[in-house]
């Protein structure tokens, strides 16, 4: 069952990953310094008054995502925040240095 759950945790973050069809996509945003993983799993704009595409894009990315935490944790009898958190920590592993990343205390640092 861990090997399902880490599976299916891993599917997901490749899904998170991919970008959505819209003028700004998450790669490109990260690469700018918008947008940042969190540790919560989801993303999060790193302005506090982000332009609205940046908006869009975050809102966008975190309505998929809680989507897909859901449905892992149905399926493995869990807690959406335990699938979302370890989601987060696989996706900031997985970030390269430079990338903003924000902690469960709303502030932003760079990778190292």
Same mark, same amino acid.
């Given at each position: 069952?861990?090997?399902?759950?880490?599976?299916?945790?891993?599917?997901?973050?490749?899904?998170?990953?991919?970008?959505?069809?819209?003028?700004?996509?998450?790669?490109?945003?990260?690469?700018?310094?918008?947008?940042?993983?969190?540790?919560?799993?989801?993303?999060?704009?790193?302005?506090?008054?982000?332009?609205?595409? #940046? +908006? =869009? %894009?975050?809102?966008?990315?975190?309505?998929? &995502? $809680?989507?897909?935490?859901?449905? /892992?944790?149905?399926?493995? @009898?869990?807690?959406?925040?335990? #699938? +979302? =958190? %370890?989601?987060?920590?696989?996706?900031?592993? &997985? $970030?390269?240095?430079?990338?903003? /990343?924000?902690?469960?205390? @709303?502030?932003?640092?760079?990778?190292?």
């Amino acid at each position: 069952m861990v090997r399902r759950f880490a599976t299916a945790i891993a599917l997901l973050a490749a899904l998170a990953l991919a970008a959505p069809a819209s003028a700004l996509d998450l790669d490109a945003a990260k690469r700018q310094g918008l947008v940042g993983e969190m540790t919560s799993g989801y993303v999060g704009a790193v302005q506090s008054n982000p332009p609205a595409d #940046v +908006a =869009a %894009l975050v809102a966008e990315v975190n309505t998929r &995502r $809680a989507a897909g935490y859901r449905e /892992i944790a149905t399926r493995n @009898g869990t807690a959406v925040e335990a #699938v +979302a =958190a %370890l989601a987060g920590q696989k996706l900031i592993d &997985r $970030a390269p240095p430079g990338a903003w /990343i924000g902690d469960a205390g @709303g502030r932003w640092y760079q990778k190292k």
